[in-house]
């Protein structure tokens, strides 16, 4: 099986702007998860999509957003971007009836803030 | 909130030596899954191994094991015979009924190991 794909790997843009990264989970994997990693603060949780529908939210501002589609490909958007966004993005793919739950993970999207 | 906590950000080990990560953790959850993550510099986000709370034995992979300790909420990763492969930085982390598909991670340890 192919693993969990992350598009674009790397991504610079300047403040103000907005920025869309993807997600392409596992086949057969329904939900997705999205975690912000930066120096010191570890991972970051985002937001959790299962069947196209948000179950869980993290401590984000609004600016932050996510949806997926019907073949569980997530999408999370950025807008007005800040310094402070500069992270490596992560994104993981799990079964959700697996009753260990472990998590699959991308190689991530470095985003850059200038 | 859970939440979790590793005390070591930076640990070393020679190589053929034994290692032990620390990670603590706050829940009122008695029900519940511990994880240790490893993140080489590629980046790649890896299972270690894993540890339901509900089994008192350890969790045993390779030379990886874990020291479940549930009463002190305590869940170090021992790495035997490190090998230079082996330098990553580990996650902790911890995964409850509660919280649907949400995991909570530590901050991390950098393991280096010296040849």
């Known amino acids: 099986k192919a693993g969990v794909t992350q598009t674009p790997r790397y991504l610079i843009k300047t403040r103000g702007q907005q920025v869309t990264l993807s997600c392409s989970p596992i086949?057969?994997?329904?939900?997705v998860s999205w975690y912000q990693q930066t120096p010191g603060q570890g991972l970051q949780f985002l937001f959790e999509?299962?069947?196209?529908?948000?179950?869980n939210k993290g401590n984000f501002p609004g600016r932050f957003s996510g949806r997926q589609f019907s073949n569980s490909r997530s999408e999370m958007n950025v807008s007005t971007l800040e310094l402070g966004d500069s992270a490596l993005y992560l994104c993981?793919?799990?079964?959700?009836?697996?009753?260990?739950?472990?998590?699959?993970f991308g190689p991530g999207t470095r985003l850059t803030v200038l | 909130a859970q939440t979790v906590t590793q005390s070591q950000p930076e640990m070393s080990v020679q190589e053929a030596e034994t290692v032990t990560l620390s990670c603590t953790y706050d829940?009122?959850?008695?029900?519940?899954?511990l994880f240790w993550y490893k993140q080489p510099p590629s980046r790649q986000m890896i299972l270690v191994i894993r540890?339901?709370?509900?089994?008192?034995q350890n969790a045993t992979e390779n030379r990886f094991s874990v020291n479940f300790q549930k009463a002190a909420k305590s869940f170090s990763l021992k790495i035997s015979d490190s090998q230079l492969g082996d330098a990553a930085m580990y996650f902790c982390?911890?995964?409850?009924?509660?919280?649907?598909?949400?995991?909570?991670f530590g901050t991390g340890t950098s393991l280096t190991v010296i040849p």
């Open positions: 086949s057969g994997h329904r939900s």
């Open positions: 829940t009122s959850e008695s029900d519940y899954y």
């Open positions: 540890q339901e709370a509900y089994k008192q």
């Open positions: 993981a793919s799990s079964l959700v009836a697996a009753a260990l739950g472990e998590q699959f």
């Open positions: 999509y299962f069947s196209e529908t948000q179950r």
């Open positions: 982390a911890y995964r409850g009924p509660n919280t649907g598909n949400q995991f909570y």
